[in-house]
């Protein structure tokens, strides 16, 4: 394929209509009053607690002190650049949202803190509590928290949060999010855009687990993490919590930990321990995969904090196959993982799913089709949208969220379509080329790659965690996955998914949308970790004026006898040959992109199912 044919295929476009508001049958019937009420962190929750989701007073000001007046109410999680916000306007670098709430407050208690709870901001944001500065934040993927016990009064009180985004001006992380979005690069978003809520605690409190299941040995490891040393009075200096060592029991006061472990409701475990780390046996262990997605129920109580959490016992590694060709297993069997790029994208709410209900769906149709895996592309998602693939089983792989200054599309795009081979001699030491000069956001990405792997360590579904995608923001990524690995050893790597790959990471990881699909098998496992990316055009129900796609069928018809094809022809004698993983482009359209298996709106399959997973499981699970 010559170059100019291979850039004008990637980039194809053609013109269509006006663009058009698309809606979601959840947004058409989202009721402001009860917004996202589920609790927002299923693996460590707690019953007093009050969603705060809902109208909010906001500005957009250039003005850098809280405003004497609010003249416009936005519906939060929802960011303002969103149709579900009522806002429908782009905070701009430069400008500061500005967000106001009312709390009524009958009563509070001895010995009881109230912690506020953000699940998202992007990207900067400072909280006030009462006119006074309680805390900042950096970072528009992250959940944060304080404790305001301290400034708050028995009565009304006033909770302002200031929000700022540079969006893809600066090296902060961003995802696909772009102020001049179009093609593969859609609309920038900003502000609160997750669920926020607050929650009575006792002096003493849970704030983190870490739980590792280990299937070999029948046995799951807990470690809990206080808030404090027991018996230690309250730091009122540093009320940002979160990131507390593992106590040392030996100089502190005993206090007995209580570890309840419970199968279908009945109770099959109890452990009691003045140690907070723990390792607890399992007779008869049920095993978690995606055919049969298991899950344990547990319950720790210390002193007057009671939380309920749940784990799975299951297990990834890579091992070599009856036939010697290397292959990815779970729970000690080859397990072909044949799944989806999920951008976690919504017409009406942007990066916020409408409804739990449509967090549920993207999952269970994605199952429905034959996949049992997600790639979670370029985004962290809500916490509840991991425990719906943990309960459900949809194993995911996590993509870090990229960072850096603009990318130069002849070397992320161009280069490695036409010479994917030759783009593997670059090393990602050159911070310039792959825009990473500065050694501050380096720095930021370090640490939020650390933050993510301890979010989301606990959740089976978790199968493989990817630090960078096509050279976004790449560097250093040998070092990426020695952290990595220092901070979880249960999961594997994809540490440069698509090209310049600095043979560190657990596969061979390639992205073809261009050339024949072929394995050669090796010491790793071979894996797409992108392909396909057939668009279809559907009236009334895409979003933009452009079609972008890398290959274009007029109807389903034509969409669907290719996609069948490719997987039941195809990636079936591929398998055979050593592929142990697929990502096919994509779950659902993303605004320009209508290359997925679903509208934007999530009202029309274009394909059907495949059958490929079926016959594959028959022989490996």
């Not at 949060?161 to 772009?178: C, F, L, P």
């Not at 540093?238 to 199968?263: A, C, H, R």
């Not at 109890?270 to 907070?276: A, G, I, L």
């Not at 949208?385 to 943990?390: A, L």
Request: charged letters at 25%; glycine letters at 6%.
């Amino acid at each position: 394929m010559k170059l100019k044919d291979a850039i004008h295929t990637l980039f194809y476009k053609e013109k269509i209509t006006a663009n058009q508001q698309l809606t979601t049958v959840w947004g058409e019937n989202l009721d402001p009053n009860h917004l996202l009420e589920e609790y927002p962190r299923p693996q460590l929750q707690r019953d007093n607690y009050t969603i705060l989701n809902g109208f909010w007073s906001c500005c957009i000001t250039k003005e850098n002190v809280i405003p004497s007046k609010f003249d416009h109410t936005i519906l939060v999680p929802f960011s303002p650049e969103s149709l579900l916000s009522g806002v429908n306007r782009q905070l701009m670098p430069g400008e500061f949202l500005w967000y106001e709430k009312h709390l009524i407050i009958d009563r509070i208690e001895d010995n009881i803190r109230c912690i506020l709870h953000f699940g998202a901001v992007d990207q900067y944001c400072e909280v006030f509590m009462n006119h006074k500065k309680v805390m900042e934040h950096i970072g528009g993927y992250l959940p944060f928290s304080v404790d305001i016990t301290d400034d708050l009064r028995e009565g009304d009180n006033q909770l302002n949060v200031k929000a700022a985004d540079s969006s893809d001006t600066s090296y902060h992380s961003r995802g696909k999010q772009k102020l001049n979005r179009g093609g593969m690069w859609y609309t920038a978003q900003s502000g609160i855009w997750q669920t926020v809520w607050v929650e009575w605690v006792p002096d003493l409190f849970i704030t983190s687990l870490k739980i590792t299941p280990f299937v070999d040995r029948s046995s799951v490891s807990i470690e809990i993490v206080l808030n404090k040393p027991i018996g230690e009075a309250a730091d009122t200096e540093n009320k940002i919590f979160g990131t507390e060592e593992v106590l040392d029991t030996e100089q502190s006061p005993t206090m007995e930990y209580i570890v309840e472990i419970f199968s279908i409701g009945k109770l099959v475990s109890v452990m009691k321990s003045d140690n907070p780390n723990m390792e607890i046996s399992l007779e008869k262990v049920h095993l978690w995969n995606p055919k049969d997605p298991f899950l344990y129920d547990m319950v720790i109580t210390i002193g007057k904090d009671r939380v309920e959490s749940y784990f799975a016992m299951r297990k990834i590694e890579i091992k070599e196959d009856s036939e010697h060709i290397t292959r990815i297993f779970l729970n000690n069997k080859p397990y072909f993982q044949n799944g989806l790029l999920d951008q976690g994208y919504w017409p009406d709410g942007l990066y916020t799913a409408p409804s739990d209900e449509a967090l549920i769906f993207d999952i269970r149709k994605a199952k429905e089709l034959g996949f049992n895996m997600l790639r979670k592309h370029i985004k962290i998602e809500p916490l509840r949208w991991y425990y719906h693939c943990d309960r459900l089983g949809m194993l995911v792989w996590q993509d870090m969220v990229n960072g850096g200054s603009t990318y130069n599309p002849i070397l992320v795009s161009y280069l490695p379509t036409i010479m994917p081979k030759f783009i593997d001699y670059f090393k990602d030491s050159h911070y310039r080329i792959f825009g990473r000069s500065s050694a501050i956001g380096r720095m930021e990405w370090i640490a939020e790659c650390e933050e993510t792997v301890k979010l989301l360590y606990n959740c089976p579904c978790i199968a493989v965690w990817v630090p960078f995608n096509e050279g976004w923001g790449q560097f250093d990524a040998q070092k990426a996955v020695q952290l990595i690995r220092s901070l979880d050893q249960s999961r594997l790597i994809d540490h440069a998914s698509g090209w310049f790959d600095q043979k560190a990471g657990d596969f061979i990881s390639i992205h073809n949308y261009f050339h024949p699909l072929t394995v050669t098998p090796t010491e790793k496992p071979e894996i797409l970790s992108e392909f396909g990316g057939y668009a279809c055009y559907i009236a009334d129900h895409s979003f933009s004026s452009q079609i972008y796609g890398y290959r274009i069928y007029k109807t389903k018809e034509e969409l669907n006898e290719r996609y069948q094809e490719v997987f039941n022809q195809t990636i079936a004698g591929l398998v055979k040959k050593g592929l142990s993983a697929t990502v096919y482009t994509q779950l659902s359209d993303v605004e320009d992109e209508v290359n997925g298996l679903f509208t934007y709106d999530r009202k029309i399959c274009k394909v059907t199912k495949i059958s490929l997973l079926d016959s594959i499981s028959k022989k490996t699970m």
